[in-house]
């Protein structure tokens, strides 16, 4: 069975107090067995007190970004094996915000993928579409594209995510329909499969991202190549996050 994953992208949000508060929360009401594996991705200051916090707890950290140096004059950035060392086992990248706000390409996207699994961290790796493109019929071609960035390098998506984001989606409280979003997900399924090796293919987990709630994962989760969700603004609320993942026990998944 693929893993089901609820990963929770907080942005540029939170405060060290808020952070420990959500954290307490969401330990407070996790599932036991739990559904899913859960995911936290706070800001880069606040990883070392989320990974404090989730010490014995079936909670993953995550990092929003990462460099695709390994070290030098860089300044501001982050490195991969920095990540590591600070407990992250996930990290984005080409967050659909990193594309559109500070134009990272394909290609360096790729790059960081690399960097991230060079590292020993499990990148998840975002793709998606715009209202535009969509619109245009363009879906399958630009998400291929980004896909392909990646193949191009020589890498695989073994001991990777791919979380599809489509960016009209994203913050705008518009929701790709089940069927929509499981159309996507199929086919970058059965893209992979046909480029590289069907077992990763089958294996890999794809989330599904852009303004997923508690009243709507469900029905995005019961959908056969939906494998979770990676959650904004929800994320945020420790009930509205719990309530995402307990979506999982509807569908009749066990941990």
Request: glycine share 10%; aromatic share 4%.
């Given at each position: 069975m693929r893993k089901k994953i609820v990963a929770g992208n907080w942005k540029m949000n939170a405060?060290?107090?808020?952070?420990?508060?959500?954290?307490?929360?969401?330990?407070?009401?996790?599932?036991?067995?739990?559904?899913?594996?859960w995911v936290m991705i706070p800001p880069y200051?606040?990883?070392?007190?989320?990974?404090?916090?989730i010490q014995g707890h079936d909670i993953a950290l995550g990092a929003q970004?990462?460099?695709?140096?390994?070290?030098?004059?860089f300044t501001g950035e982050v490195s991969a094996d920095?990540?590591?060392?600070?407990?992250?086992?996930?990290?984005?990248?080409?967050?659909?915000?990193?594309?559109?706000?500070y134009g990272e390409s394909s290609e360096l996207v790729a790059q960081?993928?690399?960097?991230?699994?060079?590292?020993?961290?499990?990148?998840?790796?975002?793709?998606?579409?715009?209202?535009?493109?969509?619109?245009?019929?363009?879906?399958?071609?630009?998400v291929c594209q980004q896909l392909d960035a990646v193949l191009f390098l020589g890498e695989n998506f073994e001991n990777a995510v791919v979380a599809y984001e489509p960016v009209w989606a994203i913050g705008t409280g518009k929701t790709a329909s089940p069927e929509q979003a499981q159309g996507?997900?199929?086919?970058?399924?059965?893209?992979?499969?046909?480029?590289?090796?069907?077992?990763i293919?089958?294996?890999?987990?794809?989330?599904?991202?852009?303004?997923v709630k508690g009243d709507n994962a469900g029905d995005l989760f019961a959908m056969p190549d939906i494998d979770g969700g990676l959650i904004g603004g929800a994320s945020l609320k420790a009930d509205d996050f719990?309530?995402?993942?307990?979506?999982?026990?509807?569908?009749g998944v066990k941990a």
């Open positions: 405060s060290k107090v808020a952070a420990e508060r959500l954290v307490g929360g969401i330990i407070a009401g996790l599932p036991n067995p739990s559904p899913c594996q200051p606040y990883l070392g007190c989320v990974d404090s916090a970004d990462t460099s695709n140096e390994q070290a030098g004059a920095m990540l590591r060392d600070m407990g992250c086992q996930y990290v984005l990248v080409g967050h659909s915000e990193r594309r559109s706000l960081k993928f690399a960097a991230a699994k060079r590292a020993g961290l499990i990148p998840i790796l975002c793709v998606g579409e715009s209202l535009q493109q969509r619109e245009q019929e363009q879906t399958e071609q630009v996507v997900h199929h086919m970058i399924r059965q893209y992979l499969s046909d480029k590289s090796q069907k077992s293919a089958e294996s890999l987990s794809i989330l599904y991202g852009g303004s719990l309530a995402i993942g307990r979506s999982f026990i509807d569908q």
